[in-house]
């Protein structure tokens, strides 16, 4: 499937293993915060990349010391208007100066791809192939700033 | 009055274009009801009883004539030749047809204005002052900060989808006329101990179902410091407000649950590490204050002789000069307010006939410019005590001169259940009722200040929580029925309103308010307010009185 990342269509090399399943040999991975937390040691033993999966209620600071074995943070929407998000993005961009990949997943529109992308989300991945190109559209809905943004 | 430059003038466009491209997603069936309805509230388009409803920002209250006209224009061609000032001194449109809503907004682009962020669980429209740059009692104009503010508001991409609504109020006068403590953020100009002009920042105040007054969070921050700060309250608000539950959702809940000592420790962690990279230069603050230059004074405005000879010849004309005019901080000038209380209209509603006219007096006697009151007044701040007379029949004939500012009759009252689709119970209807039967002006006059406010339901758009006397609509068993509150006030010596006892039904409503006044005149003291009255006999000789049947 493809996603968005840096305004250009590529391919999707990740996946997402739930808690409750065992961690596959090879390809790039992203696993919950509290997996992270406690197998961090195995997860960057294997072949392929490892990332996180953050939730709305997660807190960005238990990944300070880490974020740079981490490729891929995914930014989980629950639904669509938890804004948690956008601050989550905004700090690990400017207060702990990531470099990796953000990635907006789950339930959210391509009319806030906008604004997560002025916080600091580079990619994005929909379930709904037509969220795509509306996404790249909407990007360039607005061409006024008028805050200070990390991108 | 702020002059938009290009990109300002580009933003509206684009977000007109933007909402032009939700809409039509939406009538295709591509967008559902609930994405569409977030993205529409962002807009200023809520689904009411009869139709849409569109809220258009005025921020902080400021109109040119050349608006004024455009709102009349859009009145006649969208609505049903009326709109409504709001509490937030923004103006709303009853009937507007949805698929015609995008036209609507490119029509208001075009006089640099929109209907950004004027609801959903967004940052609103800044309020202020309405008073502001002509008052006495001013430490600084704050409409440069608060125009300063309305762009970092704009489309900001991290707090675009926040737990619930969040309000700023800015005032820069020592009387507060901006409900300040009851914002989310409250912003005070204030004078530190060296003599220098700051920021006092409140946090966690709010009206709706649990009224709370505001704590200050800074005693005194510096100018530069201003978006700084309001990020750092943001960011915490952002993360931490609960989203468990739209009641408890408001920051005055967070500050409440997390205590203020505790809230403010972690505003003041967050802002220490943003403040020396957005700082607000001084050169920022002066160009923004260029662009609210008192306008060109006539400085021999004071040589008149004529309007003292009218106040003498004419008792009804001394009367509105009475109450419906303000002190102005240059001599042979007075600020003018135009009631939008006449005993039979809507609270707060205008038609396009009245705004066209106000334009055209704006444009002759007060540099072109209108504010909005949260009231739900307008104003004519630069009036020359010369053209007083002039005004005011011209006022009068438009129906907009009834002496009442400040009166029993000078109510803030919500659409209620005719119009809105959360409300319990009716209050246009009431308020005209009470205005029946408050038909004297003698009487109101006597009653003097005392402000009355109503809302329909428990959401408290009319404020009735901060009323002197606070009416609040509730449902019982399908009927109206109102609930009471004294003693309630949103200026300097801010207070919640006390429940007076049961409520009572409609038919009563009307009666329950003159027996309130009546005890009121039989209870004060010399020239004791209203308010001053409550305060000092309590809730007891009321209850008494109102209840004495039951």
Known sequence: MQIIKDRQLVENTWTFITDDSPLPEIGDITVTLVRWLADKEQLLKRSGQAGVRLNPSDQTEQLADDLSKIAVIELNFPIFGDGRLFSQARLLRSRDAYQGEIRAVGDYLPDQVFYLARVGVNAFEFSDPNHIQEALAAMNNFSVRYQASTN | MYQYNKQDQTLIEERVNEFRGQTQRFLSGELGPDQFRALRLMNGLYVQTHAPMLRVAVPYGLLSSKQLRKLASVARDYDHGYCHFTTRQNVQYNWPELNRVPDLLAELATVQMHAIQTSGNCLRNTSSDHLAGI???????????????????????????????????????????????????????????????????????????????????????????????????????????????????????????????????????????????????????????????????????????????????????????????????????????????????????????????????????????????????????????????????????????????????DMICCPGLDFCSLANAGSIGVAKEINEALDDLDYIHDIGDIKINMSGCMNGCAHQSVGHIGILGVDKHGEEWYQITLGGSSENEAAIGERLGPSVPKDQITATITTILDVYIKQRLEDETFLETVKRVGLEPFKERVYANH
């Open chain 2, 135 to 409: 008052c006495k009692d001013e430490i600084e104009d704050p409409r440069p900060y608060c125009e300063i503010i309305r762009q970092w508001t704009t489309l900001h991409p991290e707090f675009a989808f926040l737990p619930r609504k969040f309000k700023i109020a800015v005032s820069g006068a020592t009387h507060d006329r901006a409900a300040v403590q009851f914002h989310d953020i409250g912003v005070y100009l204030v004078k530190n101990e060296a003599g220098e002009i700051g920021f006092r920042i409140l946090a966690g105040g709010g009206l709706g179902r649990t009224p709370i007054i505001g704590q200050t969070v800074r005693p005194f921050l510096e100018k530069q410091h201003l978006l700084s700060y309001l990020e750092a309250i943001l960011r915490v608000y952002n993360l931490f407000g609960r989203r468990d539950n739209k009641y408890k959702a408001r920051i005055k809940i967070l500050v409440k649950e997390t205590g203020l000592e505790k809230f403010t420790a972690m505003v003041e962690k967050e802002w220490l590490r943003i403040k020396d990279e957005m700082l607000l230069s001084n050169e920022r603050i002066e160009e923004m204050k260029a662009q609210f230059a008192p306008p060109t004074y006539d400085s021999s405005a004071s040589n008149d002789s004529s309007f003292e000879a009218h106040l003498s010849a004419d008792a009804s004309f001394a009367k509105w000069v009475k109450y419906n005019t303000v002190e102005h901080k240059i001599a042979g000038y007075r600020g003018v307010y135009l009631s939008l209380k006449a005993p039979d209209s809507p609270p707060g509603d205008m038609t396009d006939k009245q705004l066209e006219a106000v334009a055209d007096l704006a444009d002759q006697y007060s540099f072109g410019e209108i504010r909005s009151t949260h009231r739900q007044n307008l104003v004519l701040a630069d009036v020359k005590q010369a053209d007083l007379f002039t005004v005011w029949q011209q006022l009068d004939s438009i129906k907009l001169a009834t002496p009442n500012i400040g009166t029993v009759t």
